[in-house]
Every structure is written in C-alpha cells, then in structure tokens.
DNA sequence: CGCCAGGTTGATTTCGCTCAAGCAATGTGG
DNA sequence: CCACATTGCTTGAGCGAAATCAACCTGGCG
C-alpha cells in the first residue's frame, strides 16, 4: 500500500494555522501557491521523514502530531537534537546553509505534514522577503538555545539538566490540576530522554528514582505528577546561582 | 588612559579585506557607508568587547588578531564557544534574533575590531539584500555546527574531541614543516581548550601527556609538532566508524 | 626578590557507563 | 487462546573516565 498523499488544496496552510508561525507574512495569493505546490502526508509513529546526509529537497511543515530531529552515531544509537510540534517547519537550516541534512527526522507521534518542494520555497522567498527575514530570526534564535544547550551540558550536573527538560516540556504538555499541580504527559520513550540529556537510558531511570524518592516528582510511565512546581524551579535557580 | 579609537575613513572595508567574508557583496557606495558609519579600535589581550546580556548595539568585524565567544557559569568558569579569526563578524547573532548578547566576546591575541552601530547595519540589510542572504547562510552553517558540537560531546569521548580540535586548529594555524610533520602555535591556554572540549584544565593535563607518551604528538608550551597527522586523521575516522 | 598566573602531577572521589539480568506490556503466529 | 518473541524500562554490580582537592613547578614581571 502506498502512503497517503495528497496535494494541498487549499487546505494546508490557513490564516488560523499560520498564526504565530513564519508563515503568517505570507499574502493570500503566496498562501495559494504555497498550497498549490505543497504534499500533505501523514506519517505513523516510527516512520522517517528524511535521512541524515540526504539532499535537502524542501521543507517540512508539521501540521500536527510530534516529531523528533535525530543524529545517529557510530554504533547506532541516536541522539534527540529538538522537537518539532504543530506549526513548527523542518529542514530550513539544511535548505537555507545550502548543505545536505545533517539530522533525520523521524515521526513520534502520528503526524501530518506539508511538504514544501525547495523551487515553490524560494519563489516564495523572493516574493516575499519578511519570509526570509522570519527564518533568519528563527535561525538565530536557534543558533543562540544551541549554544546554550552545549553549554549546560558541560556546565551543569545530568539531574539539573533533567529538571530544566521536564520545565521546558511543560510549556508544551502541562496542565495544573485542580488541587495545583502540574501534571503531563511526556510523549517521549525514556531513551530519547536520556539522549537528549547527553546521558544513558539507565542513568536516567536511576535518576528518576532519586527524584521520586524525594517526593519531588511522581511518575507512572509516560505521565508525570509534580506536586510543587516551583520547588523544581527553585532546585535550577541553586544549580545556576551557587554561593 | 582613553582606549584609540578611529573612525574608518575608507580604510576599514577595503576589497581585499571582505574577500571571502559576507560583506564581499557590498558596492563600492556601500562600503563607503560602512567606512563612514564604522569605528575602529585596538584591544589588548585579555580586553572585553562585549559581555554577555549587553545590550547588542551593533556588530564587530575582526580585523586582525584573535577574538574568543564564551560563556561564563554560576561559579565564574568560562567556556569557550567559538573563535574569531580576521574576516569574522562577532554580533549578528543577537542582532538578527533580537535578543541581547547571550555570549561575551574577549580578545585572545592583540585584535583591531571595527564596530558597525546596528542602524548602519540595517540600512545596509535593506539597500542590500545579498548581505542578509550571506548573513542567513552563514547562520544556518553555524547552527548545523552547534549541533555537530553537542552531538560530539554527548557520543565522543574526551580523546577523539581533543584530536577533532587539534585538527581544526590545523586549518587556522598549522603549517607543514620541511621534513613532512606539523607544527602549529596554538593561540589558546590550556584552560580555554579543556573548556572547549567540555573537560578540565587538569584532565586536558592527562590527555596531553598520554597521547605523547604514545609519540603521536609534541607538546611544548603552546607549540606543538605532529610528526605523522594522517595517524590522528585515522584515530578521527576510527572512533566515528567503530566496528 | 617575591609574587602570581598558568600549567602539571598525585591521591581520592564521584558520576555515569557497561554488562547482565529481570519484569511488564504488547504483539504475533500457531 | 496460549506460547513465545519483542520492546521499553528498571535494577544491580563493577568499572572507568573525569572531577576535585591539594601540592608543586615554572617563567614572567613589578
């Protein structure tokens, strides 16, 4: 059976989508030829969106579901660089340095994704140049958490490095609960986790275990509770701020 | 004291200069305005050009010398991010993010830096949009190299890094000596290569004398001499490709 | 001369890794 | 529906790479 494509009708890229999104500068008539030119596709957890090393065909607008931007090392374990979410777009940094992908993309959650061929792009880039300016903003913005990553990773202890993880993926999947605490679903394996922590599986599920045991945190599979938030806060505060 | 400054005076950007660099697309009208505009001035080294969360004012092209982009921590260690050669601009991260300086810059080795106030630079980006194309490539290099760091440092061990930044090094200030082996004067305490790799001044200490204890390299002071570089270009591949 | 920063060295500890086993949930095929 | 592989996660034991702490060079430099 063949994946489902389907051109995008006029369907992809909307007002309410956009919103919020490098998307949002483009004219009504560049929203139409976006759509004319784009593939919708969806995508089942596990599948590849692209490959590391391959040619930088166009890019990626993540319609819904959650994806993940790997790299792979020699003995085949991967690494988790960021996450995409609804409203995010791939493959701009390889299209824009004019370089091959130098991560794959690999679907964590059932997906749909627009699919943006690299000419209709820069037809769109020339026609438009707030596109260009809104990437290159991103882009930077990028560059600048990149840097940041590295530099805690050197600088701060694996368990610091996981709270700061889990106050980053509330914004993205948190809710507080009636009684005031937050509670989420991490939609990430304990592996990817841990790759994206620059630790092993196993460390991270010791850690997990020392953090529990203190009450901070509780934690059943995938769902996190975390009765008091702001303590968690307070520990990154002492880890960055010490005496 | 006050420290020498200089308007440009046509003589800042010059075509031989910006050979290579980002500005190269500039007119001769325009690199009028960028003379015009540009303040010049020598730093000693050890001198701050800009701190981290300054206020980015504007953008800094290194004219000659070295400049190093760190970060400093809780406890007042730094971490060396990148470094300036002549022909870099330090700055234009924040400036097209619009965020302030997340990095500090100092210089290593004596440097004159010529300062572009960000008003100028804006008018150069709109009567010129070749420039914000180079500025866009070059960010989007410079991102897909951040990840390649954290990738590294996660999966490499110490070692292999070390060799990696030898080898990198190679290309700023190697040279080839007349019996086949290299010899390069690193520009850089020990301090601020352990920092780059992620590791301790001390560990860097033990790494050094390790590897020349197997005669692979000569350490002395800052100049080193690597008798047969193709052995360490194979220690590269051989910890990528593990069987 | 003494001081100081940069570098080295040694002893000890700590953190995270490896290897190995066990367990629960989920498929899968007979 | 059950036996059995598979996958994700956890746990334990032992190991190893770097960190830490502390002392000690060494070469400027006031």
Redesign the interface.
């Known amino acids: 059976m063949k994946p489902m494509e389907s051109k995008c009708q006029k369907t992809c890229l909307n007002p309410q989508f956009i919103e919020g999104t490098e998307w949002s500068v483009l004219s009504p008539e560049e929203i139409q030829h976006f759509n004319e030119n784009a593939i919708c596709r969806t995508y089942e957890a596990g599948e590849a969106i692209f490959y590391e090393e391959d040619d930088c065909k166009g890019l990626y607008l993540v319609k819904s579901g959650l994806v993940g931007v790997r790299?792979v090392?020699?003995?085949g374990?991967h690494?988790l660089?960021r996450l995409a979410n609804p409203g995010d777009t791939l493959g701009?940094?390889?299209l824009?340095?004019?370089?091959k992908h130098?991560?794959g993309a690999e679907v964590l959650k059932t997906a749909t994704v627009c699919f943006l061929p690299k000419i209709a792009m820069r037809h769109l880039l020339i026609s438009n140049?707030e596109l260009?300016?809104g990437?290159?903003?991103r882009?930077?913005?990028?560059?600048?958490a990149?840097?940041?990553?590295?530099?805690k990773?050197?600088?701060l202890p694996a368990r610091i490095r996981f709270i700061h993880l889990l106050m980053i993926m509330r914004e993205r999947c948190g809710r507080i609960v009636e009684d005031g605490s937050l509670y989420m679903e991490l939609p990430l394996t304990r592996r990817d986790i841990a790759?994206m922590l620059?630790i092993r599986a196993e460390s991270l599920s010791r850690l997990v275990h020392e953090i529990e045991a203190e009450g901070l945190i509780h934690f059943s599979g995938n769902l996190v509770t975390v009765s008091n938030p702001d303590q968690l806060l307070n520990e990154i505060d002492a880890?960055?701020?010490?005496p």
């Open positions: 790299k090392d020699a003995e374990g690494v660089l701009y940094r390889p824009l340095a004019g370089e130098r991560a140049p260009g300016a990437f290159l903003q882009t930077a913005q990028a560059l600048g990149a840097d940041d990553r590295f530099f990773t050197v600088t790759s620059g880890g960055l701020h010490f």
